[in-house]
């Protein structure tokens, strides 16, 4: 079946840091890849998508491109803020775009 | 727009209580689908609804059933619960299918004691 694996966290950065995120998958056939954010109480807001390969996703500053040849798309952030921190969900559709398999999440802590 | 509304917030329930929770999606969109996350962890499909009906299910017991009403509205009930049903339960909602942007609501938060 589907899966996710994104790295664990917590990710602790100093603001204006590089940050990378990254996520693995194992799909049959040609998913959709997404990256979801999770602030505190809150439910899960989309982030960035790219639906073949090849394709960049972007939103905020935040990037991720759909790599098939190594089956991952990492999330990249230039220059991190404290307004960042959350915790992010990588997920893939199934082909049927019915249902999303999402990784573990990954806590990202930033500090002034 | 409201957005994906779901009720209650917060509950508390007792083993082998039955619980339902309801959802109304975003305006515009006609599917529906629920999510148990446990915390720590990232959500897991439950199932899907479309046109009133269960279009997908994930490896969840037949004790997790659901609804869709016709005004594309939903609800998760879940029977004889269990302390390992504690979980965030998340609704999202899309037009169409879901590799089209889903949206989801700020989810219920079911503790069984």
């Known amino acids: 079946g589907n899966s996710v694996t994104q790295m664990e966290g917590p990710v602790t950065l100093s603001e204006e840091a590089f940050l990378t995120i990254n996520c693995t998958y194992t799909?049959?056939?040609?998913?959709?890849l997404f990256w979801y954010v999770q602030y505190p109480g809150e439910g899960l807001q989309l982030l960035l998508k790219?639906?073949?390969?090849?394709d960049k996703g972007s939103n905020k500053g935040f990037e991720a491109t759909y790599r098939k040849e190594t089956t991952s798309f990492h999330l990249e952030k230039g220059s991190v803020q404290v307004s960042d921190s959350a915790v992010y969900f990588c997920?893939?559709?199934?082909?049927?775009?019915?249902?999303?398999?999402f990784g573990g999440g990954t806590r990202l802590m930033v500090k002034p | 727009d409201a957005g994906v509304t779901q009720s209650p917030t917060h509950l508390i329930k007792t083993r082998g209580q039955q619980v339902t929770l309801r959802c109304s999606p975003k305006?515009?969109?006609?599917?529906v689908s629920w999510y148990q996350q446990a915390l720590g962890q990232g959500p897991q499909f439950i199932f899907q609804?479309?046109?009133?009906?269960?279009?997908q299910r994930g490896n969840f017991p037949d004790r997790f059933s659901g609804h869709q009403f016709p005004n594309y509205s939903s609800e998760l009930n879940v029977n004889a619960l269990l302390l390992g049903d504690s979980a965030l339960y998340l609704c999202?909602?899309?037009?169409?299918?879901?590799?089209?942007?889903?949206?989801f609501g700020q989810g219920t938060r079911l503790t069984v004691v």
């Open positions: 999202a909602s899309s037009r169409g299918q879901l590799n089209t942007e889903a949206f």
């Open positions: 799909a049959t056939g040609y998913p959709s």
């Open positions: 790219a639906t073949k390969a090849d």
């Open positions: 997920a893939l559709s199934d082909n049927a775009g019915n249902m999303l398999t």
């Open positions: 305006s515009g969109h006609d599917t």
């Open positions: 609804y479309y046109e009133e009906e269960e279009r």
